[in-house]
């Protein structure tokens, strides 16, 4: 069967990632000096960026126990890393099942199956060598995760992929950029950046085609799901248990969070680049766009 224009520019971009990927690509067991002493009093994520930054909280903390927050911080947000690219895995692979595996579309699907392990390794790695614990997923989200991984298709899929990816991307770029940070994160942030932005490209040109086609109550539930899956990856960034490492309570740690303008702020300037392209596409509306809004992410 002859291919449709969209069918042939579909497979051009898959191309195009496909190639990029031959050229880009990096095994971060080998890239990355793990075993590297630390910088003594360089932060691990830029200062105005943290959670508590602004607050009486932060103003009370030394100079050790604020680097100490945004190491836990980081290991929190790699941590969420984690569980979403679990999630992103399963998901392109239960799409991966009914495609044609000689599509250059399919396997481009597999090659970043293929990116996403490696990452996953990374993370792991990078909270290991911080001497973090992992910060896992509450028992609610972890449902919500296995509701998403098992049922997610068009545009819940794509969209949900694209938010995880571009929340983490935003903080990434501005980490890879500081120089004043540990280069430990700096490195692993730039491998992240250099691999999801072909894994962005890919959701993006899905997601534009999965819209088109989508009907006006899948239109509607998908608005739904994707409104509380920007509010769980939202709230999974920053774990309470992370407050513990430098004396706060947990709960009051989060409180504190939550009222902190310079922390709304920075959840906006983190979700704006994706808010803006899902709502291009119709999909922030209705009593999806309250869960955005409730979560602090516009």
């Known amino acids: 069967m002859e291919a449709t224009p969209a069918g042939t520019e579909r497979e051009a971009v898959a191309e ?17 000096d793990w075993d590297a002493p630390h910088v003594a009093g360089a932060y691990w994520l830029p200062p105005h960026r943290s959670s508590l ?21 980081v290991a929190s947000a790699a941590s969420a890393g984690l569980w979403f690219e679990t999630i992103l895995m399963q998901m392109l692979i239960r799409d991966y099942y009914d495609a044609d595996p000689t599509s250059r579309h399919a396997q481009y699907a597999l090659t970043e ?15 290991e060598a ?3 614990p992992v910060y896992r997923a509450d028992p609610v989200d972890q449902l919500l995760g296995r509701f998403l991984k098992a049922t997610a298709t068009g545009p819940r899929m794509y969209a949900a992929i694209l938010i995880a990816e571009e929340i983490l991307d935003a903080f990434q770029r501005e980490i890879m950029a500081d120089e004043s940070l ?4 700096r490195m692993v942030s730039r491998i992240h950046v250099v691999e999801e932005a072909r894994h962005v490209r890919f959701a993006r040109d899905e997601l534009a085609r999965q819209v088109a086609a989508a009907g006006p109550l899948a239109t509607a539930y998908a608005r739904l799901l994707i409104g509380r899956s920007a509010g769980t990856i939202a709230n999974r960034l920053v774990h309470p248990e992370v407050y513990a490492a430098v004396g706060i309570p947990p709960a009051v740690g989060r409180a504190a969070a939550r009222a902190n303008p310079h922390w709304r702020a920075t959840l906006r300037w983190s979700a704006g680049r994706v808010h803006a392209h899902l709502a291009d596409l119709g999909l922030v509306a209705g009593p999806g766009r309250l869960l955005w809004a409730r979560a602090g992410l516009i």
């Open 16 to 32: 195009r990632l496909l190639t990029s990927s031959l050229r880009t690509s990096y095994d971060p067991t080998v890239e990355i």
């Open 53 to 73: 930054y602004g607050t009486p909280l932060w103003e009370r903390l030394g100079e050790e126990q604020r680097v100490e927050l945004t190491k836990h911080e």
């Open 113 to 127: 199956v293929a990116d996403e392990c490696r990452h996953s390794i990374m993370f792991g790695r990078l909270i």
């Open 130 to 132: 911080m001497g973090c």
């Open 182 to 185: 540990q280069p430990l994160i």
